[in-house]
């Protein structure tokens, strides 16, 4: 499920549509958790699907690190990739702002941890990125856990509506991490190594 402070908009015809925050999100704030209303498929059930519910499917749908692909029902699928996004995952199956995000502004993940099927050449925002692979996490997710660390204290001092929706385990884990009393799970934990590959 998708903060509920975002809205659907048109970005532009090279990005399509896009999700947009109607009111300011403080950094920290979980943005988006899988919940029981997003549809999961078995890693080989696509390969049943017509071709065009299957380019949809791959459009719309990312992988976990079991291979499953996840459906998201609502606005969540639409939101688009940038090499300087404002949204990261986590290796606890949900994600959070890494940044202040105002009224207006586009939500954005890295496509780099969600496990693509091939490889995708996003819009060029003039970083030194320029393609998004299926095996960016073993490369990047350094990076994105420096960037998570600090944050998960701040989880526990902004208005979460969307926590709830996490497993009673996870909220204990956050509160672990935030306290300095136990290590939190790496982005690396995100990847999923097919045993075929179109790449």
């Known amino acids: 499920m998708m903060h509920p402070d975002t809205r659907l908009k048109w970005i532009n015809e090279k990005k ?3 999700v947009v925050a109607t009111r ?18 078995a ?3 696509p390969e049943s699907f017509k071709p065009l519910t299957l380019s949809l499917f791959e459009k719309y749908s990312f992988r976990n690190n ?8 609502d606005v969540a699928k639409y939101i688009n990739h940038s090499f300087n996004s404002n949204c990261l995952s ?14 207006g502004e586009e939500l954005t993940d890295d496509y780099g941890y969600l496990n693509l099927s091939e490889s995708f050449i996003p819009e060029d925002e003039g970083f030194e990125r320029k393609i998004v ?4 996490i073993l490369y990047f997710y ?7 660390k600090p944050l998960f204290p701040e989880i526990l001092e902004v208005a979460q509506p969307l926590f709830d929706l996490l497993d009673k385990e996870i909220r204990k884990e956050i ?9 939190m799970l790496s982005t690396k934990n995100l990847y999923f190594q097919p045993e075929k590959s179109r790449i």
């Not at 509160?175 to 136990?182: C, E, I």
């Open 175 to 183: 509160a672990l991490v935030a306290a300095g009393k136990k290590k």
């Open 133 to 136: 692979n299926p095996d960016d």
């Open 90 to 103: 986590t290796g606890y199956n949900f994600e959070i702002s890494v940044r202040d995000i105002t009224e």
């Open 16 to 18: 399509g549509f896009g």
């Open 142 to 148: 350094k990076d994105w856990d420096e960037i998570l």
């Open 66 to 73: 079991k291979g499953e692909h996840i459906l998201c029902w």
């Open 43 to 45: 890693p080989n059930e």
């Open 24 to 41: 300011f999100i403080p950094k920290g704030t979980i943005t988006w958790v899988q919940d029981e209303l997003d549809m999961v498929f």
